[in-house]
Each structure stands twice: as structure tokens, then as C-alpha cells.
């Protein structure tokens, strides 16, 4: 109650006293896979595929999220950007994030596996371990699905995520946004831009959140804080310098996975119950839960001990028609996180350094479009997971390297018709060692392991884009992607390989991007195919021992997504989202061997994809009621998913029922936009949806992170 007084006082401090802050410029709400500014007939400029392109004129179904919507619609992390795009999932895993777009994605967490879809932030790759970074101060985020093997080639087989911090300006700016709400929230951002000279700028910002636990024995509670600082250095028009860097530290408390499957009231296993009535309460209370208690005690919560930093650089040097770019980049995170899997106590420490650095050229002739490059990184990690006394995987050393060279034109055959071609040739190695110890099973126990696995591949791309009109693009793309060879933290024996093979795609799309009756009807739609050979399919089993990946023979995507913006009149805003998703395991065989327990052998063929709902659909209405001095902004929108699975086996317990998910929000913004005020809601229907998953555990059948419940609150933003 204390802390609950303190943030709603510190709260009201930030709006009585006209503390700086973001401003929310009267812009068209936008929902997944598009993207408007204050007027339709403007394009957002988007930058996914290392050129500056509008968004309108861009041959591919990216998802642009503005930075005034960023603010309006709460997104302060990675997670929270799930409710704008089609056909993904975007879901907390401890301090790690899993990103699965068009049903491709990753579960484990471990040294020795890579995501394949990559975040960037400013073009720069971000290992997944910081991918939970806060979100503040930034200019947009983009989500490009598909593999983007010519231009990113290592760990983007299945899309990018590409977050682009806002740049300091030549002006003197000072922003803030102070929010309060349920489970004790108070939520603070303040951002300074300081035009040194006319050359010369600095921009400095600091983000702050503390928020009781969701769960309740505490766990899941927020004490996140972080701090950035960059430079923008132009001595002359041809030459620039951007410096950037940010840290970021979480005091909070571990999130708890919680049993599904199992019903306590029963004590019998039905798929889909949780074990009490709140499905957020973690505890095991009850006399059929108690005895679970016994090896472990009470479930309670644990202190997060989290630690990361980024910086990067990007140098322009502007020779005619040419331009150089250098990317310089360092990563790295330190996380100690104990928590509860059930009645489990587990344990994940992880280290990670991260260096990369890409040197490209790009140009623009008139007819030709070009870009160059080359792309080198090195990454040094390591972690400590298990579930001690029982068993303890110990990942000493995980070292990833590798080198890039790419190349990518678009040449005008007339003024409405245009051909794309690239190519990309990737070599990359991945060096492990580690042991297991005090392992239950006797084929194991003190188990070391060593792995060196090296890959080599060629990226190739052709497009087509055709002008049918002015507002009418129509375009088509045969694309290749892989991801590098990677191993599992098992010793090699004389039935197991820890090797796991290199995957690839080749992905067909086609669509078209429209606008209709004078702008006010936007209209983009995308078809695609893809065909994966070697795909890895794994899943999380605290009963297991290694959690080993496979390779699967085979797997088939196809489906499509469609975007519809329709703005009758100045104040309204309607906006949909329709994403058809059929994502199989076409041949897919679990290894026979004993590292697969229950699984080892099981045809999983045919099978959904693990976390690919074949329906996602979004749809949300704005309204603007003009005042004598200003306009309040109503904003309702709700996301559908249909039923999916959080595991490639569809194990008892793991299936996600369809669900909606709706939030709300009533904001005023003042006539010159340099403040606001309003209330918010998320998850009105208070869902249970889980993220995160993994089968086995006490008393199983799966257990689960979850999504946040029902929150609520008030935010107030100023821009001076």
C-alpha cells in the first residue's frame, strides 16, 4: 500500500508539474502489419532491408510500428509488440524472449542454440539474451517475416526484428512519461536531446519500472531500470558519426512457471485445467498439491540478478554517388535466475560477448539501386541450467564465429517495372564444451561433452515489382535462407550425434500493396510458401536430461496475410488484420534414443507447428472528439488466435485454446501536443494464454509461463 501511495504521489508530481515528456502527435492509430502518418497520402519511411524505402513502395508485408504509437499503445518491450503482428508469437521466457513468426521459432534457451529470427536494434544483431532490454525513446520498430538470408544470412531464416532508436537532433528537446496502475505499478521515462553545436549532439534518456509480482508468491514483479546515451557527430554534409549505448538492470523477481494439465480437484490429468482458480497463483496449496512440496519446500520467488549492455556505431562517409557505412557492435549480458518449474526448482546463470562489425557500400545511379557488404561476429557464451541435486548441465565455453559477404541491386527495367537480384555467401563454426553432472541416469552421469561443427552456404534472391498505378504495387520474390549448423550439449555416442545440420528455405511470395477512394482505404495483401529442409524442432522437459534438438526432414508453410486501414473521415480510424497460417511438421521423426525420453522414436509428421495458430486476426477503431482546445482520442482494439500448441510433440497439457484479447484506452492530447493525459486497459477479458512451454515436471503434464493478466492505469505524457 506504501509503494502503491509513493508512485501514485510520484505520478501526480510528473502531471502537476508539467515534467517533460514524449508527446502524442495527432497520428492515425495503426494496427499489424501496417503503418499510416498524420495523413495517408505519407508514407513512414522503413529501413528493415538496409535501404530507406516507404513503407507503401517496399516489396514485402512489414510490419512498421511509429513511435508515437509505441507510447500510446504501452509497448515498453519486445513482448508487448505481439498484439501488432499477424501470424507470430512473442512471448516472455525467463529473461529471454522467443520470437515465432510464421511458425518458426525457438524454445530453448541454452548456449548452444541461436534464434532464427534475429532482433536487431539499429540494423545491429542482438543475441536473444538481451532481447528483453526495455523499450524507450524509440523511433520504430519493424517486423519482417520470411527468411532474409541475402542481407542478415546468419539466424534470420524465419524473419528480423529491427528496433531503430531515435537519433539526437539539433534541437533542444525534453521528454517524459510517468505512468501508475494495478499490482503497484509506477512507470517513469525522461529524455534530454542537447544540440552542443551546430555539428554536435547529444540525446540521454533513462527508463524506470517497478511493478509488484503478477504471481502469488511475488514472482514475476518488476525493478527494471535502464539508461542510454548516443551522438550524432556531422562535421561536413558528406560525413557522420552516430554513437550509441545503453545498460540495462533487473532487480525484480523471477517469473514461475505454472503446472497445466492437471486438475487438483480430480487428481486426474484432463489437458487443459490449471491448479487453482487464478491461474497466476504459482503456489502448490491444497492436500492433493502438498505432497509435491516435498523435495523442493513452498514455492516462493527469487531475486533477478540481471545485467546487460549494448553499444554501436555507425560511420557514413558519402563519396558522390556512393556511400560507406562501418557498424561496429559489442553486446553483453550477465543473468543469474532461479525460479519454479511446478514444484521444480531450476536453475539458469548465463554469460554472454557478443562483437560483430559490417562494412558496407551503397549507391544509387538512377536506374540502379545497390548495396555491399560484408558482415563478421564473434560470440563467446556460456550457462549453468538443471534442476539441482538431480541434474546440472554445465555449458563451459559456446563460441559462435563467422564471416559474411553479400550484394543486393534493384534495377529499373522502365519506371514501373523493376528487378531484384542478390546473393550472400555465409561461413560459420560453433565450438562447444561441458559436462553434466550428478545426473540420475546412469548412461550419463558426469557426462563431458565437446562439439565443433563448421557450415558454409550460398543466399540468393530474385524479385519482381511492378507500378500497376501510382497506389497500386504489385510484386513477387523467390528467396533462399539457412541457418548455420549448430550441436547438442550431449557426448557423442555410438546412436547419437551431437551434431545438428545447417537448415534452409526456399520462400515463394506475391502480393500487392494499394490505396483506393483518395487515400482512404489502404488494402495490402501477401501470399507465401515455404519450403524448410533440416529445420530444427525442439521443446523444454525438465524431466529430460539435455533437451537435445533434431533435425526434421521436412516442413511446409504456407498462407497469407492481409492488411486493411480504412479512414472515412478524419476523425476515425478502423484498421484489420487477417493472417492464415499452415505451418506443418511434414516429415519429422524423433531420434530413437534415450536423450528423447518419452518422445525418443514418436512420428510427429503432419503435426502444427509448435506456436503457429492458423488464424490470427486483429482488428481495432479509433475516434477523435474535437474539442474547443484540443481532442480526446477512443481507442478499442481486440486480437483472436486461434487454438495452437506449444510443443512439436502436441503433448497433454500444451494445447492453447482460441482466445481474444482486447485493450482500451481514452487519452486527451492538447491543441499544441505538448501534453496528454489518459486511462488504459490491457487484457480486458483477463485471459490465461500461456507463453512459453514445456512438457513433464510435478505434477505436470506441462508447465507454462503466462501472459500478464488484466492491468490498468493512467499516463501522462509531456513534450517541451
Do not use: C
Request: net charge negative; hydrophobic share 35%; no cysteine.
Amino acid at each position: 500500500m506504501k509503494r502503491f501511495k509513493l508512485h501514485t504521489a510520484l505520478g501526480l508530481f510528473l502531471t502537476g508539474t508539467g515534467a517533460p515528456v514524449v508527446a502524442i502527435a495527432q497520428t492515425s492509430v495503426t494496427d499489424a502489419g501496417s503503418a499510416t502518418a498524420s495523413s495517408l497520402s505519407e508514407d513512414i519511411i522503413v529501413t528493415a532491408q538496409k535501404d530507406r524505402q516507404t513503407l507503401q513502395r517496399t516489396p514485402a508485408a512489414i510490419t512498421a510500428i511509429q513511435s508515437t504509437e509505441i507510447v500510446t499503445r504501452g509497448i515498453t518491450d519486445l513482448v508487448s509488440v505481439q498484439n501488432f503482428v499477424p501470424s507470430a508469437r512473442i512471448q516472455a521466457q525467463g529473461a529471454s524472449v522467443e520470437v515465432y513468426i510464421r511458425g518458426i521459432g525457438t524454445t530453448n534457451d541454452f548456449a548452444n542454440t541461436e534464434p532464427p529470427v534475429a532482433f536487431a536494434i539499429n540494423g545491429v544483431y542482438v543475441p536473444r539474451e538481451a532481447m528483453s532490454t526495455p523499450f524507450f525513446d524509440i523511433d520504430q520498430i519493424e517486423i519482417l517475416p520470411g527468411p532474409q538470408g541475402t542481407l542478415y544470412g546468419r539466424s534470420a531464416i524465419g524473419g528480423i526484428v529491427n528496433v531503430t532508436l531515435k537519433r539526437p537532433t539539433h534541437e533542444w528537446e525534453t521528454q517524459a512519461i510517468g505512468e501508475v496502475g494495478n499490482y503497484g505499478l509506477f512507470h517513469g521515462t525522461l529524455v534530454q536531446n542537447i544540440p552542443v553545436s551546430d555539428n554536435f549532439a547529444l540525446r540521454a534518456g533513462v527508463d524506470y519500472t517497478n511493478r509488484n509480482g503478477y504471481q502469488k508468491s511475488g514472482a514475476s514483479a518488476a525493478d527494471d531500470l535502464a539508461g542510454r546515451l548516443s551522438a550524432l557527430y556531422t562535421p561536413t554534409e558528406n560525413f557522420s558519426a552516430y554513437v550509441w549505448g545503453f545498460l540495462t538492470r533487473k532487480r525484480g523477481t523471477a517469473t514461475n512457471l505454472v503446472n497445466k494439465g492437471f486438475n487438483p480437484v480430480t487428481g486426474q490429468v484432463d489437458g487443459k485445467s490449471f491448479l487453482h482458480n487464478d491461474p497466476w497463483d504459482d503456489t502448490l496449496t491444497g492436500p492433493l498439491l502438498e505432497p509435491y512440496t516435498a523435495l523442493f519446500g513452498p514455492v516462493k520467488s527469487f531475486p533477478v540478478d540481471y545485467d546487460g549492455l549494448s553499444v554501436g556505431a555507425q560511420f557514413d562517409l558519402t563519396l558522390g554517388d556512393v556511400t560507406i557505412s562501418a557498424i561496429p557492435a559489442y553486446t553483453s549480458v550477465d543473468s543469474k535466475i532461479n525460479y519454479f518449474l511446478g514444484s521444480l526448482f531450476a536453475v539458469y546463470n548465463a554469460k554472454i560477448k557478443a562483437y560483430s562489425n559490417e562494412l558496407r557500400a551503397s549507391g544509387d545511379s538512377g536506374r540502379m539501386k545497390w548495396q555491399a557488404g560484408v558482415n563478421v561476429y564473434r560470440q563467446v557464451n556460456s550457462d549453468v541450467t538443471g534442476i539441482p541435486p538431480i541434474f546440472i548441465n554445465y555449458n563451459y565455453r559456446n563460441r559462435s564465429k563467422g564471416v559474411g559477404i553479400y550484394a543486393q541491386a534493384t534495377y529499373s527495367i522502365t519506371d514501373e517495372f523493376r528487378i531484384t537480384g542478390g546473393g550472400r555467401y555465409s561461413s560459420d563454426s560453433r565450438t562447444g564444451r561441458g559436462v553434466t553432472a550428478q545426473a540420475a541416469f546412469d548412461y550419463s552421469s558426469n557426462a563431458p561433452w565437446t562439439a565443433d561443427v563448421k557450415s558454409n552456404h550460398l543466399d540468393w534472391k530474385v524479385g519482381l515489382e511492378y507500378d500497376a498505378t501510382d497506389k497500386v504495387l504489385l510484386y513477387a520474390t523467390v528467396q533462399s535462407g539457412y541457418q548455420p549448423a549448430t550441436y547438442n550439449s550431449t557426448p557423442d555416442t555410438d546412436s547419437f550425434d551431437n551434431r545438428v545440420d545447417s537448415s534452409t528455405i526456399i520462400a515463394y511470395t506475391a502480393g500487392f500493396k494499394s490505396r483506393m477512394f483518395d487515400n482512404k482505404l489502404t488494402l495490402n495483401s501477401e501470399f507465401f510458401y515455404y519450403d524448410y529442409k533440416n529445420l530444427p524442432l525442439q521443446g523444454y522437459d525438465p524431466d529430460l536430461l539435455f533437451n537435445p534438438i533434431f533435425n526434421s526432414q521436412k516442413v511446409e508453410i504456407y498462407g497469407n496475410q492481409t492488411d486493411i486501414i480504412f479512414r472515412p473521415t478524419r476523425n476515425d480510424n478502423l484498421s484489420a488484420s487477417i493472417g492464415y497460417l499452415h505451418a506443418r511438421q511434414t516429415e519429422a521423426i524423433v531420434p530413437s534414443s534415450p536423450f528423447f525420453g518419452k518422445a525418443a522414436g514418436l512420428d510427429v509428421s503432419g503435426l502444427q507447428m509448435m506456436n503457429a495458430p492458423t488464424w490470427t486476426i486483429t482488428a481495432s477503431y479509433s475516434h477523435d472528439f474535437q474539442l474547443s482546445r484540443g481532442y480526446v482520442r477512443a481507442f478499442v482494439g481486440t486480437r483472436y488466435e486461434s487454438d495452437f500448441y506449444g510443443s512439436y510433440t502436441h503433448g497433454i497439457g500444451s494445447r492453447q485454446k482460441a482466445y481474444f484479447m482486447s485493450d482500451a484506452n481514452l487519452t486527451y492530447h492538447d491543441e499544441q501536443g505538448g501534453w496528454s493525459l489518459g486511462a488504459w486497459i490491457k487484457n480486458i477479458e483477463n485471459e490465461a494464454v500461456q507463453s512459453a512451454l514445456g512438457l513433464g515436471g510435478t505434477p505436470g503434464p506441462a508447465i507454462t509461463f503466462l501472459q500478464a493478466p488484466r492491468t490498468y492505469g493512467l499516463r501522462a505524457t509531456f513534450d517541451f
